[in-house]
């Protein structure tokens, strides 16, 4: 069985980013529910662990210069500061965002990439706004008709690629297909793996599980050069009796699955806590096994699983989780820094128009 | 904030079954990956426990006397054994044991529910099949289209019931209506609450969030005489914000979800005992922290939340989990006596028909 452990992931994508050739991701400072006092140290820390990353801080310079100022200067010249005037709060409704905020952080760092002055975007903004806005500014890529989110899931073998985690609220078997190539290839990239093995999430394993959409994303799965495994259930998200490399669903499956192995991961870490915090007898016990429950904790930490791409757009953007604290926003930079240096976007791109071109010949 | 263990669960449990009049169930002694290894002494627990059950072995006698004679005779004046000849296997099409397995001891099991000789029937035989077959010999409630598999989850607020777990593939925004009707009487009558808190899942909290399907059912719960709270998202299962008691989704969507759980808990699970298992300092340290784990297992143990209904049937079908152990399966049999002490399927049938006649005069 091969094991990846978090560490294993962040030590291999650190060692990608030693040999890194230039690289500029453009931050929405202001996104999120902390904001800059989040973005501006996770920021600083990413400049100082990669000499060749460039980052430009997009948001309101009179909130952002005097956070900077407090912050050690080393690095510092490899960060620039683009102004953008609004900022998009994170209930506001998508269509609202896209209409009134043209000069919000989120959009103007979104344009950076379309005008190639960043690689890649990152913000822990407001999805339905980060995602309204990245399709408007970037567009899709030819051949795709719909964006995917895609993110990393721990599981007993290492960690697990899902998607679609919450883009897309219904599905035709073409978007599942269509998701697949695309999480694939990022896979292929991120990964280094050749044939990455893809499983189709349905309610069982046998051929008459699942409905219409998933049977018949199932037969286009079949005939495709993909390495696709068959369906796997909801377990093997995190937990299955075989590896997979990536899950492919759709957006309503994916993000009530995504948000129920959260709530299990809270509800479980709470009821360990209260079973060490009992009374001073497992107090003792807490303070004894510390060192035990720290390294537990930290394989399954959700902070260094941050980090979702959008995928299907012409650019790289890669959503944060809202909530993000430094470590967890650092996480979200590093997986943008490891898809620009693998070319992600450009892979998919790639192979989506042979994908197309095969079935204009077949 | 009102916290219900496990434990507390089970102990008012008992406590009914204390007070609680004679009742028959029967068990499918084949079912399951153990069969009669399991489901004997778990039913000879049963009857331990509560003196005024009484139990049906349905199954091959010929298998089941020999086991019978190894366990201790007493209690075993309220046990009878109803011979079937046949045994549908876990990977069974649920049409083949349908046409072929008439003498089945899922199928006889059934028949005493619908015959009047026992008041509930038990079984951890393959789902697809016991469905299919409950809904064929005891019939669809009128005014209900198709059955729902409703079962609990532990929460950070004691538990969760949660609907439909996989009996249907999609569902209408009517289904999911009938499905919240059906489990709303169900939690009533078991946990004794006169309003229960009623969430539709989504992937989102706001209004414009979600298909078409559940911004429809939306509708019709926020029109209906139930305690309906609005939308709520996966992470509610096992541990939101607030305290839900029923939560009504589509059966592809609680399948998923469901088995995500169980996923993310055996990850944590392994994650957690490697951990400990590391060097022979955390396994010392695991032996002083021995009780304080044990009691955080037994709080979130699956075996204790073991056993879904089927709703919708004019009879009362409980499934266990197909590789339930003697415990698991004792769980299951007491979810069996506490709906049928709970007269569940008599009080859903009757709400079920004043909602339709309230529909008829509007």
Redesign the interface.
């Known amino acids: 069985m091969q094991r990846r452990t978090t560490m294993a992931r962040l030590t291999s994508i650190r060692a990608e980013l030693v040999v890194s050739v230039s690289l500029t991701i453009s931050i929405d400072a202001m996104g999120g529910d902390y904001g800059p006092q989040v973005t501006i140290p996770a920021s600083l820390d990413c400049l100082k662990s990669n000499p060749d990353l460039k980052l430009i801080l997009v948001g309101d310079e009179a909130i952002i210069n005097p956070i900077l100022l407090q912050q050690p200067l080393q690095h510092q010249d490899r960060l620039t500061i683009h102004h953008a005037s609004q900022c998009v709060t994170m209930?506001e409704?998508p269509s609202k965002a896209l209409k009134n905020k043209k000069d919000s952080s989120m959009r103007v760092a979104i344009n950076l990439v379309r005008d190639g002055l960043a690689d890649a975007c990152v913000s822990a903004g407001n999805t339905g706004a980060l995602m309204a806005t990245a399709r408007f500014v970037l567009k899709m890529m030819p051949g795709i008709d719909r964006p995917a989110i895609i993110s990393t899931l721990?599981?007993?073998f290492g960690h697990t690629h899902v998607l679609d985690l919450?883009a897309n609220?219904?599905c035709t078997a073409e978007h599942l297909f269509q998701f697949a190539i695309m999480g694939n290839e990022l896979v292929k990239a991120v990964e280094g793996l050749e044939n990455p093995k893809v499983g189709l999430?349905n309610?069982g394993e046998?051929d008459?599980?699942?409905?219409?959409q998933v049977k018949s994303a199932a037969k286009l799965l079949e005939n495709s050069a993909l390495n696709y495994i068959g369906y796997v259930?909801?377990?093997?998200?995190?937990?299955?009796n075989i590896k997979v490399d990536l899950i492919v669903?759709d957006?309503?499956?994916g993000?009530?699955?995504?948000?129920?192995?959260?709530?299990?991961?809270?509800?479980?870490g709470?009821?360990?806590k209260?079973?060490?915090s009992?009374n001073i007898f497992?107090k003792l016990?807490?303070l004894?096994?510390y060192?035990?429950?720290k390294?537990?904790k930290k394989?399954?930490d959700p902070r260094l699983y941050n980090g979702a791409s959008f995928l299907g757009l012409q650019g790289l953007v890669i959503k944060s989780h809202g909530g993000a604290d430094k470590l967890a926003f650092i996480t979200a930079i590093q997986l943008a820094e490891v898809e620009v240096k693998k070319d992600v976007i450009k892979k998919i791109s790639a192979q989506v128009e042979k994908v197309l071109a095969l079935r204009e010949t077949a």
Chains 1, 2 share one sequence.
């Open positions: 209930d409704s721990p599981s007993t919450g609220v219904d999430l309610i046998e008459m599980k699942g409905n219409e259930e909801g377990n093997s998200l995190n937990a299955g669903t957006g309503f499956v993000n009530v699955a995504l948000k129920s192995i959260e709530g299990a991961a809270k509800m479980i709470v009821t360990l209260e079973a060490f009992k497992t016990i807490a004894i096994a060192p035990v429950l390294s537990f394989r399954i």
